[in-house]
């Protein structure tokens, strides 16, 4: 059972360059997100879906982009890198129910 | 926006019950309340959820008072393991409202021996 797998696990990235983080979960679930965790601190929002085709705003969508175009994947694309990117990128993703979330392991980017 | 609040850190000792305390004055009337646990280089787990009164499962019990402005984590004889940090979320997941659903800093719980 895979769940919820993140792609690469960590990376070191030049600043301007661009990148592009995977997401994809094998539950069929109808609701994906994607949280970055700055060291010691809780886990913001970036961006959502709750269904294919359609995604949102979250607390600090800036520098980012995303899409959902099937069910199952979610990449978070970084245009342009800064140094302030740096953090561990959480996707999660849930049936839409209100119920449990499941997350990812994390990929850790860090911008040089 | 339901906003929570949470002590930044609590510690204890292995075998007690620990209780952690989150205040959410600002819940909406179809909001959930949801906790997860952290460890380490972990995305979070999803530990117990509830609407109101008392709900409890095999690892944790969540006490929800009538009005619903806080909730209550209860986990049972803690060991070691249980070291962690803890969130507290106010929200629906998947719902419209899921871009509303804030973690905050979490309580960071220590367990020693």
């Known amino acids: 059972i895979a769940g919820i797998t993140q792609a690469p696990t960590s990376q070191i990235l030049a600043a301007g360059r661009r990148m592009t983080l995977r997401c994809t979960q094998d539950m069929r679930h109808n609701a994906m997100y994607w949280y970055r965790q700055d060291l010691g601190l809780g886990l913001r929002l970036i961006h959502y879906s709750n269904t294919a085709g359609t995604t949102g705003k979250g607390e600090v969508p800036d520098g980012y982009s995303v899409s959902r175009a099937n069910t199952d994947d979610f990449p978070l694309t970084l245009a342009s890198a800064v140094p302030s990117q740096t953090s561990v990128y959480f996707c999660?993703?849930?049936?839409?129910?209100?119920?449990?979330?499941?997350f990812g392991q994390g990929t850790r980017l860090t911008v040089v | 926006l339901a906003k929570t609040t949470q002590p930044i850190s609590m510690d204890s000792y292995e075998g007690q019950e620990v209780n952690i305390t989150c205040s959410h004055n600002?819940?909406?009337?179809?909001?959930?309340i949801t906790w997860y646990q952290q460890f380490p280089s972990q995305g979070p787990r999803f530990i117990i959820q509830g609407y109101k009164t008392k709900v409890t499962n095999e690892v944790a019990s969540l006490f929800i008072p009538a009005d619903r402005k806080s909730s209550t984590l209860s986990l049972p004889r803690v060991s070691l393991s249980d070291t962690a940090v803890y969130y507290c979320l106010v929200g629906g997941w998947g719902h419209s409202s899921a871009s509303k659903i804030i973690f905050g800093s979490g309580t960071r719980l220590s367990i020693r021996p």
């Open positions: 999660a993703s849930s049936d839409g129910s209100g119920g449990e979330a499941f």
């Open positions: 600002n819940i909406a009337t179809n909001d959930y």
